[in-house]
């Protein structure tokens, strides 16, 4: 894991860097959620309304719609394809749950992609989503935090 101005970056994700989105591969299932800089930067957590799961949804279209004190705003999925399961029961325990844990626990959804070949934006994986987010964390001035318990 590289660790850049407080921001973790797991190195067993893909990232859409534009987008503030990690993605797990898992199988033909394609797991979701916003990285430490999205949670930084939006700050705690109000809300969160998910797409059921069954639902299916466009490549760049969103699968949820996140509020927070600073922000109102979709999350995107890079894939075509279904929602399979959304992470409601983790959020209606802890909204912060993505503040806390962005990573694990704090996901937004999963979903079973059309083709995982086709993403919206392109995906960086390794170093080049490492430089690719160590520019962004600096154009965006970001120094990131986790809300504590």
Avoid at 40 to 66: D, I, P
Avoid at 108 to 136: F, K, N, Q
Wanted: hydrophobic share 40%; proline share 5%; net charge negative.
């Amino acid at each position: 894991m590289t660790v850049y101005r407080g921001c973790h970056l797991p190195g067993d994700r893909a990232y859409d860097v534009e987008g503030d989105l990690w993605v797990r591969f898992e199988g033909d299932l394609v797991r979701l959620g916003m990285t430490d800089v999205a949670q930084t930067r939006m700050g705690m957590m109000v809300s969160v309304l998910f797409k059921r799961a069954g639902r299916k949804v466009k490549s760049g279209g969103s699968v949820a719609t996140v509020e927070s004190a600073k922000w109102v705003g979709p999350v995107h999925t890079p894939f075509s394809g279904e929602v399979v399961e959304p992470n409601e029961d983790a959020f209606a325990r802890d909204i912060l749950i993505a503040n806390r844990d962005p990573y694990d626990a704090g996901w937004i959804t999963v979903i079973r992609p059309d083709d995982t070949s086709a993403p919206h934006r392109p995906l960086l994986e390794g170093e080049d989503a490492v430089s690719a987010y160590m520019a962004r964390i600096d154009e965006l001035d970001v120094s990131c935090f986790r809300c504590a318990d």
